[in-house]
């Protein structure tokens, strides 16, 4: 199992940055796949979550109206859109798996928004 983000990058306030997440090893219609994020001296707080294979989404509560999650399950993918981006969203932001009681984690993707 295997998932990595990518898409990180360095935003000024009131921009957007699209992440993506490629899975693989796994067959990954049936899963269910969320967002997290971790800022640098905090915990890791859930961003969103798309559910399989309903597509219905949670999204947090610190980026509901500017975040959305969507997927492709024709390429394994999860995406991550980020509207109107503020400081308190710089963060590694996470791609997670929950599989059989396991959770799967990439590497994370930095995301930094400043002036």
């Known amino acids: 199992v295997r998932v990595v983000e990518s898409g990180g990058g360095l935003v000024q306030p009131g921009g957007s940055l699209r992440l993506s997440c490629a899975a693989s090893?796994?067959?990954?219609?049936?899963?269910?796949m969320s967002w997290y994020r971790q800022a640098s001296g905090k915990g890791r707080e859930l961003v969103a979550t798309?559910?399989?294979?309903?597509?219905?989404?949670v999204i947090g509560d610190s980026v509901k109206g500017r975040f959305t999650i969507s997927r492709e399950n024709a390429m394994n993918t999860v995406s991550l859109q980020m509207d109107n981006l503020q400081s308190e969203d710089t963060a590694v932001y996470y791609c997670?798996?929950?599989?059989?009681?396991?959770?799967?984690w990439g590497q994370g993707t930095q995301v930094t928004v400043t002036s």
């Open positions: 798309i559910n399989s294979p309903e597509g219905t989404t």
């Open positions: 997670q798996l929950l599989r059989a009681g396991y959770q799967y």
């Open positions: 090893g796994f067959t990954f219609r049936r899963y269910s």
